[in-house]
Nanobody
Framework: QVQLVESGGGSVQAGGSLRLSCTASGYTLSRKCMGWFRQAPGKEREGVASIYKIDAFSSYVYYADTVKGRFTISQDNAKNTVYLQMNSLTPEDTAMYYC???????????????????WGQGTQVTVSS
C-alpha cells in the first residue's frame, strides 16, 4: 500500500522560502513519476511540478509556468523522498500542497489529476503580504 506523507508547510512572508518534503512508503520512487500539486480555497487543484528520476545524474523535471524559476523539484532515492524548494513566494502561492504518484502510463510532462493514483494528505502553505 502506497503512503505519501508531506511535511514542511508553514506561514511565511512574501519573498520568503519553504521546502516541502514528501516521503513515500510501500513504494519505490526510482524511475517513477512524482508530482506536486496545490489547491487554493475555491480553486481547482493544479499541477506545480513533476519529476522522473532515472538515476543519480539524470532527471526529467517539469514545472507549471506560474512557478518556473522560483520552485525546484528534486528527489532523493536513498530517502525515498521528493522535495519542492519554493523561493520568492507570493500570496498567490498560498494553498494546500499535495504530492502524488503517477500511474504507469503517460508522460510525466502533463499534470492530469486522473493520471495520479496515490496522494498525500497535504501540507498548508500560507504566504502573507
Amino acid at each position: 500500500q502506497v503512503q505519501l506523507v508531506e511535511s514542511g508547510g508553514g506561514s511565511v512572508q512574501a519573498g520568503g522560502s519553504l521546502r516541502l518534503s514528501c516521503t513515500a512508503s510501500g513504494y519505490t520512487l526510482s524511475r517513477k513519476c512524482m508530482g506536486w500539486f496545490r489547491q487554493a480555497p475555491g480553486k481547482e487543484r493544479e499541477g506545480v511540478a513533476s519529476i522522473y528520476k532515472i538515476d543519480a545524474f539524470s532527471s526529467y523535471v517539469y514545472y507549471a509556468d506560474t512557478v518556473k524559476g522560483r520552485f525546484t523539484i528534486s528527489q532523493d532515492n536513498a530517502k525515498n523522498t521528493v522535495y519542492l524548494q519554493m523561493n520568492s513566494l507570493t500570496p498567490e502561492d498560498t494553498a494546500m500542497y499535495y504530492c502524488a504518484a503517477r500511474g504507469p502510463s503517460g508522460s510525466c510532462r502533463t499534470f492530469g489529476l486522473s493520471d495520479y493514483n496515490s496522494w498525500g494528505q497535504g501540507t498548508q502553505v500560507t504566504v502573507s503580504s
